[in-house]
């Protein structure tokens, strides 16, 4: 039995997500992009009227979905927020790890290689920001006062982020794996 292929504009995205992962906005071109998804040019400017400006951000806002649920995966039966946040931290490594060909951050690589842009950094500032907080929810689930769920999520926001680029520097995913010796107490 075959499977049907995704919906063209889920096709879009989603290539275009792992080609921005891979070489960034400025080296990704849209015919890289139609040839990889076997989408014709006209479906792309009906699903994303701007070109690849909206597909950027369509991008950008569907790898943060999937960053979205790895964050509850890995604090769903988190005991504490140190637990939750160490099973994060391992989780991101392992995707790290999978994927060495990934340029960097899904989130960066899109929408800061992108054009000079007030709306690619507005994005940028909202998806980051829904990371934060859902882990800061999380925190609180688990027991934290809101101010130091928020405090700790910017913290365990502020190490992922560097240590994501740590490990890209030493092509290891052992950097990320490293994190919870930097947790708040």
Known sequence: MTTAPAP??????ETAARLFRQKGYHGTGLSEILAESGVPKGSLYHHF?????????????????GMLGIVDDAFR???DFRD??????FKLAKLFDLHPDWRGC????????GP???????VAAEIFESWRARVADHGARLG?????AQRRAHHLMFLVQGGWTQARAQQSGDVLRGLPAYFLP
Request: overall charge negative; hydrophobic content about 40%; glycine content about 4%.
């Open 8 to 13: 063209t504009k889920a096709r879009l995205t």
């Open 49 to 65: 009227p701007d070109g690849k400006a909206d597909l950027a951000v369509e991008a950008a806002r569907w790898a943060s979905a």
């Open 77 to 79: 039966e988190a005991v």
């Open 84 to 89: 939750g946040a160490t099973t994060l931290c």
């Open 106 to 113: 899904p989130i960066s690589s899109v929408l800061f290689d």
């Open 116 to 122: 000079e842009n007030e709306s690619f950094r507005q």
């Open 144 to 148: 934290l006062s809101p101010e130091e």
